[in-house]
């Protein structure tokens, strides 16, 4: 519901749609020709529900690693209620993003650091296929992944399709499903 109407819930619990629940069903359907030997999730209940649609009856490892980056006060308001609210915050971390944080936010770096630590575990696992459910989240791994130097707002990861990172002998490569 909060995503539908454009505000920041990054640590927010929020209930899937049901066109949540229909991308859902689209990703399994996607997936399809792939057989996953491990699942993670973000530790949110959204992740989970999305990920129990996609692969039922399979274990999920859940993860508060991967949960999104949490936008302290400004969780749950939209862009325009921030603005009215906070403006001198606001333009600060319009100009900044990335080292500016909001009050009682989660600062990106610590963001970045938290996401990277659980890319760690996942890199160390010998699994074949392995899905991560999230969003937020998959855009710092592809940034690290595959380029350092890419931009984290060009990294586009549409709601209700699946993304596939793969390993080669050149580096990562990404495919949209």
């Given at each position: 519901i909060c995503n539908r109407e454009r505000r920041f819930y990054?640590?927010?619990?929020?209930?899937?749609?049901?066109?949540g629940r229909k991308q859902a069903r689209q990703q399994r359907k996607l997936m399809e020709s792939f057989e996953p030997e491990v699942i993670y999730t973000s530790g949110l209940k959204r992740a989970q529900?999305?990920?129990?649609?996609?692969?039922?009856?399979?274990e999920l490892l859940k993860r508060?690693?991967?949960?999104?980056?949490?936008?302290?006060?400004?969780e749950g308001l939209t862009a325009d209620e921030i603005e009215d609210r906070d403006p001198v915050n606001w333009v600060r971390w319009?100009?900044?993003?990335?080292d500016y944080c909001p009050p009682q936010a989660e600062s990106f770096s610590d963001f970045k650091t938290r996401v990277q630590s659980g890319l760690v575990e996942i890199?160390?696992?010998e699994e074949a296929t392995i899905v991560l459910v999230a969003l937020g989240v998959l855009r710092l791994l592809i940034q690290n992944?595959?380029?350092?130097h890419r931009s984290f707002w060009d990294i586009e990861v549409p709601q209700g399709r699946v993304l596939v990172l793969e390993e080669s002998l050149v580096g990562w490569r990404e495919k949209l499903l």
């Open positions: 990054g640590s927010l619990e929020s209930e899937l749609t049901d066109q529900e999305t990920a129990t649609i996609a692969f039922p009856k399979r508060d690693v991967f949960n999104e980056k949490g936008f302290g006060l400004w319009l100009e900044a993003p990335f890199l160390a696992r992944l595959t380029d350092p």
